[in-house]
Each structure stands twice: as C-alpha cells, then as structure tokens.
C-alpha cells in the first residue's frame, strides 16, 4: 500500500477530523486568547482529551482501538 493510499484511508475516518478539529480550536483559544464564559476551564480540557485521543487512535484499524 501506497503512502497516498494510506493517506486517503486515514482521512475517511470520523477520530482523524474530530482530532484536527479539537486541535485547531485548542490552538486558537491559546493563541488568541479565546473564553468561553462559565465553562472555559471545562473548554479546555475537552479539546485536550480529544486531541490525546486523535494520538493514540488507529484510523487503519476500525475493529480495533
């Protein structure tokens, strides 16, 4: 199997976008300083454990963690 192909078949999993997403506002609220009122501590450590997830998740492997 290809790198493209391993690429392409990465991409179509639902923890890949879910990590890249939770990574970019995790980003974002740090860079620019972004709070969300009454819950930004709870924010944070949401996008913290979704993006820990992203890492240790195999997108190659849908039977398996």
Known sequence: ??????????????????????????????????????GDDFVTLLLAALVAFGIVNNPDNRGEF
């Open 1 to 38: 199997m290809t790198f493209l192909q391993k690429l392409k078949r990465r991409l179509r999993s639902w923890a890949v976008w879910t990590t890249l997403a939770a990574l970019a506002g995790f980003v974002s609220k740090q860079w620019f300083g972004w709070e969300i009122p009454g």
